[in-house]
Every structure is written in C-alpha cells, then in structure tokens.
C-alpha cells in the first residue's frame, strides 16, 4: 500500500504566481479531502471529494483557490495568483467511506514570498 | 457551525504519569471520533477512533465518549518522552450532501524523562 501520495514537498514561489498542489489518494478510497495547516489556524478543511465530485468548499478561503478531481486517483489544488498569506502546509487524505478514518499524504510546506 | 474545541497546552506530565486530554464537539449528531498525533514536521497519524459511548481501550491508549455531553477524551497511561507530540481530535458532521471530518486546533503534550 503506497498511502497517499503528495507532490511536491516543499515549494517556494514568488507573490502572484500559480501554484499547483497535486494528491494521488489510496487505491480504493472513495473520498478525498484536502486540507490547509497553520499555527494560528490549526488544520483547516478547504474542500472534499466524494465519488470525484466535489461536495462542500464552504473552507475555500478565496476564489483564488480552486480544486479538481478528474478521476478516482489524481486531485489538484490550485492557487492563483498566489499570496504570501497563501503560506502554509498543504494536506490531502483519503478514506474509504463516510465514518472511515483519514489517511494523510506527507503534505506540501508552500512558502509564498 | 461545525466546531471541535480542544485545550492547545502545553500540557506537560511527567514519564509514567496519566495524560488527559479532552475535546468538545458542536453538533449532537456527529456519529465518528477520532484521535490523531501528530509529530513537529510530520503529518497526522491516527491513533484510535470510537463509535459508541463509553471506553475503548488499545494498549496504553483509551478513548472516552460521551455523546449527551458531546465530549471525547483520550488518556494515555504510563506516558513516555516518545508521546511527546499534538493530539488532534477530529469529529465528523454529516448532511444529506456528504460527512466531512473537522479537526480541533490540537493539544501539545510534553512528557518529561
């Protein structure tokens, strides 16, 4: 079992610049759900997948932010332009049913300068 | 209003004590709890989950439910410095659209050898 993968792992990038998070979740889980981690903020929910259709993005903090998934086993979270408040790390988990736990990707650090 | 409080800490106990570590939910019907630790740098890892009230019991951990309280507990016995990390409580709150999973801000448990 991979486990959930996440790429990259760190990016750094310039204020006004696209970003574009990338998931691949576990083979077989029916949800996907991505993530937003700050100190001051905690783990916050931005959105969630079920069966690839996108179900709540009320935590989408801007419509610079953005979320895809075209098929059962890729998800993109894009931001753009990008700003420096944008800094954070980025998770995406999986599960395979409603009350099923969460299994994490090792996250992506996006520093915004 | 999805809501999952927890006390950030730190709370520091030393080796071989009790820990306590509490978290309170908004929504009475939320169904599935979860704890997950987390290590500086690391993504969340779980480590119980409960259903139904009262204790569950795996090894040194114990999760306590109590849903007319809308109150989950987690007590590790005999803590040890490798314990050192945040705990997050995670809840979920389900509509007729989907259950997302929401996460409390974490608790810093510090354990001293």
């Known amino acids: 079992d991979a486990g959930v993968i996440q790429s990259p792992r760190h990016e750094v990038t310039e204020m006004g610049q696209e970003v574009t998070l990338r998931c691949k979740p576990i083979?077989?889980?029916?949800?996907l759900f991505w993530y937003r981690q700050t100190m001051m903020r905690g783990l916050e929910l931005l959105i969630y997948?079920?069966?690839?259709?996108?179900?709540?993005d009320s935590g989408m903090p801007e419509d610079r932010f953005s979320a895809k998934m075209p098929n059962a086993s890729f998800s993109t979270l894009k931001i753009q332009p990008s700003e420096p408040r944008d800094s954070a790390v980025y998770f995406c988990?999986?599960?395979?049913?409603?009350?099923?736990?969460?299994?994490f990707g090792n996250g992506t650090r996006l520093t915004v300068t | 209003q999805k809501e999952v409080e927890q006390n950030s800490g730190p709370l520091s106990v030393p080796e071989g004590a009790i820990a306590s570590l509490n978290c309170t939910y908004s929504?009475?019907?939320?169904?599935?709890f979860f704890w997950y630790r987390q290590y500086s740098g690391k993504s969340p890892e779980l480590i119980m989950f409960?259903?139904?009230?009262g204790d569950k019991e795996d090894g040194r951990f114990t999760a306590q439910l109590n849903k007319a309280s809308q109150y989950v507990s987690l007590l590790i016995r005999d803590s040890q410095p490798s314990d050192s990390a945040t705990y997050l409580c995670?809840?979920?709150?389900?509509?007729?659209?989907?259950?997302?999973?929401?996460f409390g801000k974490g608790t810093t448990l510090s354990v001293s050898s």
């Open positions: 083979s077989g889980h029916n949800s």
């Open positions: 997948f079920n069966n690839n259709v996108p179900i709540d």
């Open positions: 929504d009475r019907g939320s169904q599935s």
């Open positions: 409960i259903y139904s009230n």
């Open positions: 988990a999986s599960r395979v049913t409603g009350n099923s736990p969460l299994h």
């Open positions: 995670a809840v979920t709150f389900s509509n007729q659209a989907g259950t997302a999973l929401i």
